[in-house]
């Protein structure tokens, strides 16, 4: 997951603002019961925006969950959501 925080932020952080900086995210995870990647870069992100840090755009993630063989999907401009196979 470490690696792939750092890719994810590398690309969106403008380092080239700052060329003798070195940022360090440390993300420390307390309870795993899912969706333990999209809340460390949600996470990740409010930080490095608090601290002031240009970025190109912000970064966001999220998770589905999935039941058995089914997906739940929302459908934009529906006001429900549906099961149906991934």
Known sequence: MGLQLRQTFEAAILTQLHPRS??????????ADGGTY???VNAA???VLDAG?????FV????RPQARSH???WMPGCMRTTW???
């Open 38 to 40: 999209a809340a460390c």
């Open 71 to 73: 997906c739940l999907r």
């Open 60 to 63: 966001c993630a999220c998770c």
């Open 84 to 86: 149906s196979r991934c």
């Open 53 to 57: 840090i240009p970025m190109r755009d």
């Open 45 to 47: 992100t409010l930080a």
């Open 22 to 31: 070195q940022i360090d995210i440390y993300v420390q995870v307390l309870q």
